[in-house]
């Protein structure tokens, strides 16, 4: 069964910070891997999707990379700001697929301080 | 842009009241889900859909149920709410029915109270 884990669960840094966010998945069988946001009392937004075959994505300020081998995925955020304060989470799909269906980590809540 | 909109942001019911949350996506999308959220526990998924009148059951169906007559529309429905369902719920949608490639869209939530 697929379990994703994100650490640490909170993390706070000062303003202009690069900083890695860090996701790992134990069976690493995944067709891809999705990062979202989340601010408070709302929906998850996507920020960038990675294909099996893809060791990376970039996004502006955000670069995400992948690598199955070691069942990892991180997410670097260059020159932090405070609006990046959110909670980040990354997710997979199960093994065996069941198309569509993703597993999600606990998230890491980010505070981006001024 | 993909828009996934939940009908309501904000409700509170009485326990054993039925309870609709509406979810509607604008992009022809295939696959539709719906999870809540709890504090400590993460999402959980209820149900999902891979195409209009299909419904398959998530990790935590019980206690609900799911309504696709239309492509574009997923209705979950709490029969006779509890307290324990007390939650945020959270719909979304990806492209193609069944393949594991699609990136998923969330609507805005829907936090519900049940007294």
């Known amino acids: 069964k697929q379990e994703v884990t994100q650490i640490p669960a909170a993390l706070s840094v000062p303003e202009g910070e690069n900083l890695v966010l860090n996701c790992s998945f134990t069976?690493?069988?995944?067709?891809?891997l999705q990062w979202f946001r989340q601010d408070p009392g709302k929906g998850l937004t996507s920020l960038l999707l990675?294909?099996?075959?893809?060791r990376e994505q970039t996004s502006g300020r955000l670069n995400a990379s992948l690598d199955k081998s070691s069942g990892r995925s991180t997410l670097y955020i260059a020159a932090s700001q405070p609006g990046d304060s959110a909670t980040y989470l990354c997710?997979?799909?199960?093994?065996?697929?069941?198309?569509?269906?993703?597993?999600f980590g606990q998230g890491t809540e980010l505070s981006v301080k001024p | 842009d993909v828009k996934v909109t939940q009908s309501s942001r904000y409700l509170v019911k009485r326990t054993g009241e039925k309870v609709f949350l509406e979810c509607v996506q604008d992009?022809?999308?295939?696959?539709m889900f719906w999870y809540r959220q709890d504090p400590g526990l993460g999402l959980r998924l209820i149900y999902f859909?891979?195409?209009?009148?299909?419904?398959e059951k998530g990790d935590i169906p019980e206690g609900y149920s799911v309504s696709r007559e239309k492509k574009e529309r997923f209705s979950l429905i709490l029969e006779s709410a509890s307290t324990n369902q007390t939650s945020m719920y959270l719909c979304?949608?990806?492209?193609?029915?069944?393949?594991?490639?699609?990136?998923?869209?969330f609507g805005e939530g829907s936090r519900l109270t049940v007294l």
């Open positions: 990675i294909q099996s075959s893809q």
């Open positions: 979304a949608s990806s492209l193609v029915g069944g393949a594991p490639t699609g990136e998923l869209f």
């Open positions: 069976d690493s069988a995944i067709y891809n």
């Open positions: 859909s891979y195409d209009v009148k299909m419904k």
């Open positions: 997710a997979v799909p199960p093994v065996g697929n069941q198309g569509g269906k993703l597993i």
């Open positions: 992009m022809d999308h295939e696959n």
